[in-house]
Structure formats: C-alpha cells, structure tokens
C-alpha cells in the first residue's frame, strides 16, 4: 500500500464548476500538507500548503486537512480552462524534511 | 523569480551508457533534490543535497549517484542506464530548513533503449 494515494483521474469537469481533489495517507506523523500544481511539459508549482488540520482559503483554492481520518482536499471553485493541469498533494512530517508525494490527479477544465 | 534549469529537455541513452542530468539553480538554495516521476507514481526521491559536497539518499537511490560540486549546480549520474529508468526527471531546489516550497525545474525525460 502507498503511503499516499491520490485518484489518478482523470477528473472532467464544465467550466465554472467545482473541482473537488482528494488525497488519502498513512502515516499519522504528517504535519505538513501541500498542494502542487502540474503543467503538461512543466515542472509542479506550489498551490497551497497548510500545517496539520484546519481549512486555508487563496482566491478560487480551499485547501482542508483532517488528521483524525488521515484526508486532504483540495477546492477549485469557479473553474478555469486554465485550471487544466496534474494536481499532487505532497506531505511531510517534519518542515525541514523531505515531501512524500502522490501520485498526481489529472483534471480538465472543458470551456 | 527562482529559476531552476536542467539540461536537456529530452535525451534517449543506450542500455549501459553513462548518462549524466544537470540541474542550475540560481537562488542561492542549500537544498537540491532529484526525483523521479512516473505514471501512477507520482515523485519519487532519488536523492538530495542540503550543502555543498553533502548528499542524502532518498527513497530509490539504487543505480543512481549524485554530485554537488557547487552550491548553484546538482547532478544526477545513472553510472549503467537501464531500461527500468526511463522515466521523467526532476530537480528541484529548496532554501533553508523550515517548510519553504520546493522550486522544480521543466524535467528531463529520459529514455534508455
């Protein structure tokens, strides 16, 4: 089993819809959740990150943690065409230490 | 901006071939990872670095070997290619050690025949 596991999509969404992304783990020492978002040809970029639980909202993003059920998320609202990308949530346990990833949803975003 | 820049963009290598992947930062970061990305798999650490001559292995660092020469520059050195690592390759670079994003270049995909 994965220490993370991520549906792999892809997700096929209209535009101006809600886009719902999820990550499941198991490891309880995680502390650290981020989201990257990956271009076709592109490196990942960091979306959002947020320590242990709670919601953190940026613009369109809502990204919420619950460590109880070992569950992240990860909201797009109002999307874009331009949203059409890899979404991968990446985790760690510690700040200084190094990211556990999964393995990426593919979304698209159909105008 | 942070820039982070890797070689080749594409490169396809003979089973057996000595093949080094070069990755540039230009932000003066004192940590540089290597990762692996494949379908299904997400990112895999291969190896990184936090300083100059210093090396961590990561998560599949077997077949693999890393140099840091100096702070800006980090290499990957696959010292017997196999077909088993062709795969998407991926720098990145880091500063400090709290929680600071981690900076990816474009990739490199490689492909071992």
């Known amino acids: 089993q994965k220490e993370v596991e991520q549906d792999p999509g892809p997700l096929s969404v209209p535009e101006g819809a809600i886009v719902s992304l999820n990550c499941t783990y198991s490891n309880s020492a995680f502390q650290y959740f981020m989201w990257y978002r990956q271009y076709s040809r592109k490196g990942p970029e960091l979306l959002m990150y947020t320590y242990s639980s709670g919601n953190k909202e940026d613009g369109r993003f809502t990204a919420q943690v619950d460590k109880s059920s070992k569950y992240i998320s990860l909201f797009i609202r109002d999307s874009q065409p331009s949203d059409s990308a890899t979404y991968l949530c990446?985790?760690?346990?510690?700040?200084?230490?190094?990211?556990?990833f999964g393995g990426g949803t593919r979304v698209l975003v159909k105008p | 901006d942070v820039k982070v820049t890797q070689s080749s963009r594409y490169l396809v290598k003979r089973t057996g071939e000595k093949v080094f992947l070069e990755c540039v930062q230009d932000m003066d970061h004192e940590n540089m990872f290597w990762y692996r990305q494949d379908p299904g798999l997400g990112l895999r650490l291969i190896y990184f670095?936090?300083?100059?001559?210093m090396k961590e292995k990561g998560d599949i660092p077997e077949g693999y070997s890393v140099s840091r020469e100096k702070k800006e520059r980090f290499s990957l050195i696959l010292e017997s290619a196999s077909t088993n690592q062709t795969s998407m390759y991926l720098c990145?670079?880091?500063w400090g050690q709290g929680p600071y994003e981690q900076y990816f270049g474009p990739g490199t995909r490689l492909t071992v025949t």
């Open positions: 990145a670079s880091r």
């Open positions: 990446a985790m760690s346990e510690t700040a200084g230490n190094k990211l556990t």
């Open positions: 670095s936090y300083d100059v001559k």
